[in-house]
């Protein structure tokens, strides 16, 4: 494969390349779904292909295959394409400035997910079935009920290597385990669904680590409990996300508007920009250095971390060759640093922070977000509560919509849990809503959970780009609380 | 790309190699996408990719591999795992559904869009587009040629192949004060009109700037075909047995019951000449022409194989995934037309809100069809008639059973609109719609 590589890599100079770059690909996958306790799909998928950059006079071109054979007709595409876009070119793309690097990489895998037996994965799925069903059963419902269950057990290998006109040369293999549980209740004009879905780098001892049955076992029975429970009351309350909802507001409010591409426009026409700017980074010697943007208050520490142990944004190098990194994006409030891949960094005068990412061999590196961690504070969750008259935590997400600059946002929870004089009340209310404005909400935290309360959530659905790419991130939280948020919509309906 | 014969090919050899009953799934696409931001090409891209999936049977027992390694030894593997892991799996609800041999209507577009929308046609038309976006303003989009094959045939001989073109173009103008204006299309028949689209993206843009704030509240809005396709395709997602047995869908209890407005009739139908010309769906039945919802009643659900064996009714051709895990989702929409124009539409509106696109809509309950979402590139206020201020971006919450029985006009024009699938799309004039935050 290396000789192969490095031929195309010859090829692309020898065509006039200013430089080019190769990912090829070979991704593995395992899915078994099992619903209402019978399986509904069992199935294993291979795609294997590769992906070639080459940039000629500045401007970019990509193309991409899955013979292997073809790869020299696929460089002289991805040429002749660079060359087509000149045709409408104004500022000549600015790589930055990266050694060649050379290096492999696994991700620390156990026991191999794919070589673990097809019934000790079922039993698994059937020990989730048989601890809701056990709830359910013995529940008494003021009304009759419908119940369904889903589950699923995914399991994926990205063998990828990686090779640029520098010289580079990259081995890395990642492997990725995912869980999903769903427990739903059905009544005669209502639906209530308690979920759990986790995805983890590393092998099937993740899976195990997520002690499924005890968890579905929860599940059922909150599930119980919302289906009759009354809907969330509308007003100002203070609220506590668990991470479990924590890690879509961190993605939607800071992972996204800090991505760079979507700083400068490049996402405009898709998924969306930034209410930030470029002038809000705080770079040596600029005002904002000075007088840096408050995006948060002083509880708010944020990172992009593609070291973090078990998070999908994990690795040694990214789709573009450069080192993993821990990018600091807000600092104790204040807004530090954007994630940036190679072509973007140049706009605010770095190298990149290493987030140049392919969903697969088909598509071309963006800017996409690794580990993207809210570092933890010193309370305990009980400590959280105590600081409450009257509000709610909120459990797991269940809608999620924010503006295209990413403002204002609404979010839906599965589970709203009553706090009431500093204590739970043990009440649960049905479809929490909230909403806010991204720095406005921020800046209302004022407490967060403690190291011991901190979870890694896996995201496997990120949509960004044309063509769509969806990648998979994590997101580490702590539960969090967060003053006089507004919580449903009844004052304008 | 693998032509018809090849594709034939493919799924003998597959399903010679298995002595289980077995169906074949071949997807291939070859797309190209330049993509533009800032008003200069960004991103250029070329992908072909061919996958091959087979799933066979033995009783209640189905498993499925895929791959896109289409050697003679990646296909043997294909049937090897596929084998291999059906030894392993718990019995189904449901035995094999053989795949349909019955006859279905093919349309070939002829190959006239990848001469006209190559890599160098698309950028020498973003090039002259780009000749309408004024100083000030910058445009960014996407124009894309993908060219799709689709084949399905299993070891009793059935087969079926369809491959045709479409083109997408969308484009947002922004204005250097964050106005912006849109214009996007799709085809699979002739070329479309990209200039007329920057033309458009461009005068949205300039009436867009200097917005001022949108109350808050109930409204009349009057919706653009491409808002309004929006919210359609919420409606039309759970619209199927399985989303009702699921519990995810309003049409639970409600067959051949009224939920909207006697103005609203929706059918899919593949047959109609400018829409997507699949005529079968991915368990290989025919693609039923169907009334979904007639004078606001809903007519019909749609219905996978196992849906509807599970109800004893005839499976109508909708399932979109290969092994059903989504249901059955019309893919071709269309909206039945009023009679008065959109311009009439809003002449006759004394007070309220034109939206030309939303953004990021989502479910907030499916159960009730409470959806929300945001205004985006322009929105304006309507007053006396006539188009007025534009407004700063806004946040919608409203259930389309409330808001799709408040309609109170439709346009006779209809647009292609990209959803689910293309649908056919007109204005509208919803009542009492509500706006719940501000941006």
């Keep these: ?493 | 790309m693998l032509d018809k014969k090849t594709a034939e090919q493919v799924i003998k050899n597959v399903t010679s190699q298995t002595q289980n009953y077995a169906q074949v799934r071949i997807h291939g696409s070859a797309q190209g996408t330049t993509r533009f931001a800032k008003s200069e090409i960004s991103q250029n891209v070329a992908i072909t990719d061919t996958s091959v999936a087979l799933t066979v049977f033995n009783g209640k027992k189905e498993a499925t591999a895929s791959t896109n390694v289409l050697t003679e030894a990646g296909l043997a593997q294909l049937a090897k795992d596929a084998d291999a892991l059906l030894a392993h799996v718990p019995e189904g609800e449901f035995e094999a559904f053989p795949f349909s041999q019955e006859a279905v209507p093919e349309r070939a577009n002829g190959g006239a869009l990848a001469q006209s929308f190559g890599t160098a046609g698309r950028a020498a038309l973003i090039k002259e587009g780009m000749g309408h976006v004024k100083d000030g303003y910058t445009a960014s989009g996407a124009l894309v040629l993908d060219q799709k094959t689709v084949a399905l045939g299993d070891s009793k001989g059935a087969f079926r192949f369809a491959a045709f073109d479409e083109v997408s173009f969308n484009t947002v103008v922004t204005h250097a004060d964050g106005a912006d204006g849109a214009g996007e299309c799709i085809s699979y028949t002739s070329a479309p009109d990209i200039i007329a689209q920057f033309k458009k993206a461009q005068a949205t843009a300039e009436a867009a700037r200097n917005p001022v704030p949108a109350q808050l509240g109930a409204h009349t809005v009057v919706l653009s075909p491409l808002a309004f396709g929006d919210l359609l395709t919420f409606m039309a997602y759970v619209l199927n047995a399985k989303a009702v047995d699921d519990g995810f869908s309003f049409a639970a209890g409600k067959l051949g019951q009224k939920v909207f407005g006697e103005n609203l009739t929706i059918r899919d139908d593949v047959s109609h000449p400018e829409l997507q010309p699949l005529f079968f769906d991915m368990e290989s039945n025919p693609r039923q022409a169907l009334p979904l919802i007639e004078k606001g009643i809903v007519k019909n659900l749609l219905y996978d194989n196992k849906r509807a064996a599970k109800h004893g009714v005839k499976p109508t051709g909708h399932c979109a995934q290969m092994w059903g895990g989504m249901g059955a989702i019309p893919l071709n929409v269309l909206v039945e037309a009023g009679t008065s124009s959109l311009a009439d539409i809003i002449a006759s509106t004394p007070k309220g809100i034109f939206v030309n696109e939303f953004h990021y809509t989502n479910f907030v309950n499916p159960r009730n069809l409470q959806i929300t979402g945001l205004t985006r590139n322009g929105a304006f206020l309507i007053e006396d008639g006539k188009l007025g201020a534009p407004i700063s971006t806004v946040r919608f919450t409203e259930s389309l059973l409330d808001a799709f029985c408040h309609i109170t006009a439709i346009s006779s024009e209809r647009e292609k609109v990209s959803g689910l699938g293309i649908g056919l799309i007109p204005a509208v004039r919803i009542e009492n719609f509500h706006f719940t935050s501000k941006a």
């Excluded at chain 1, 192969?4 to 070979?26: I, P």
């Excluded at chain 1, 983890?200 to 049955?213: C, H, K, N, Q, T």
């Excluded at chain 1, 994006?329 to 990149?352: E, V």
């Excluded at chain 1, 009440?427 to 806010?436: D, E, H, L, Q, R």
């Design chain 1, 1 to 493: 494969m290396k000789e192969q590589l490095t031929a195309a890599m010859k090829l692309a100079c020898a065509l006039g390349a200013d430089f080019a770059d190769v990912r090829v690909k070979d991704i593995r996958s395992e899915n078994l779904r099992m619903e209402n306790g019978l399986v509904t799909n069992t199935a294993r998928s291979r795609s294997m292909g590769y992906g070639v950059r080459v940039y000629a006079g500045g401007a970019l071109g990509f193309a991409a295959g899955n013979v292997l054979e073809d790869m020299e007709n696929v460089v002289r595409q991805a040429y002749d394409i660079a060359k087509a876009s000149q045709t409408l070119l104004k500022n000549p793309a600015q790589l930055d400035e990266k050694k060649p690097a050379q290096g492999t990489y696994a991700t620390e895998v156990k026991t191999d997910p794919f070589a673990v037996p097809m019934a000790e994965k079922l039993e698994i799925l059937q020990q989730c079935e048989k601890a809701i069903r056990g709830v359910w059963e013995t529940h008494s419902f003021a009304t009759p009920m419908k119940f369904r269950t889903g589950m699923n057990l995914d399991f994926r290998s990205d063998g990828v290597i990686f090779a640029d006109t520098d010289g580079s040369y990259i081995q890395q293999d990642f492997c990725q385990c995912t869980a999903r549980i769903e427990a739903t209740v059905i009544s005669e004009t209502d639906t209530q669904t308690r979920k759990y879905i986790n995805v983890v780098r590393g092998g099937f001892e993740g899976i195990v680590a997520m002690d499924l049955p005890n968890r579905a076992h929860g599940l059922a029975q909150e599930a119980a409990a919302i289906i009759e429970a009354p809907d969330c009351p509308s007003g100002e309350f203070d609220v506590i996300l668990t991470p479990r909802q924590m890690f879509l507001q961190i993605h939607e409010s800071v992972g996204h508007p800090t991505e760079l591409d979507r700083v400068l426009g490049s996402e405009a026409a898709f998924a969306g920009r930034s209410f930030l700017t470029t002038g809000d980074y705080p770079a040596a010697g600029s005002a904002r250095e000075k007088d840096p943007l408050i995006y948060g208050s002083t509880h708010v520490t944020i990172v992009a971390d593609a070291h973090c142990p078990g998070g999908l944004g994990t690795f040694a190098y990214d789709d573009e060759g450069v080192p993993a990194q821990c990018i600091t994006l807000i600092d104790k409030g204040k807004f530090t640093g954007f994630q940036t891949s190679r072509d973007y960094a140049q706009a605010i005068g770095q190298n990149s922070g290493g987030a140049g990412i392919s969903d697969g061999w088909r598509n071309l590196p963006i800017v996409r977000m690794t580990n993207i961690n809210m570092l933890p504070g010193d309370k305990t969750l009980e400590e959280l509560i105590a600081g409450i008259e009257y509000g709610f935590i909120f459990d797991e997400n269940k809608s999620w919509s924010i503006d295209d600059l990413r403002n204002n946002f609404q979010f839906a929870c599965e589970i709203a849990h009553e706090i009431k004089d500093g204590k739970r009340t043990g009440a649960v209310f049905k479809n929490p809503i909230y909403s806010g404005k991204t720095t406005e909400f921020w800046a209302s935290c004022d407490g967060v959970g403690n190291p011991d309360t901190w979870e890694l959530v896996g995201v496997p659905n990120c949509g960004k780009g044309q063509p769509m790419q969806m990648m998979r991130v994590s997101h580490g939280s702590s539960p969090t609380r967060f003053r006089k948020v507004k919580v449903g919509v009844q004052d304008v309906r």
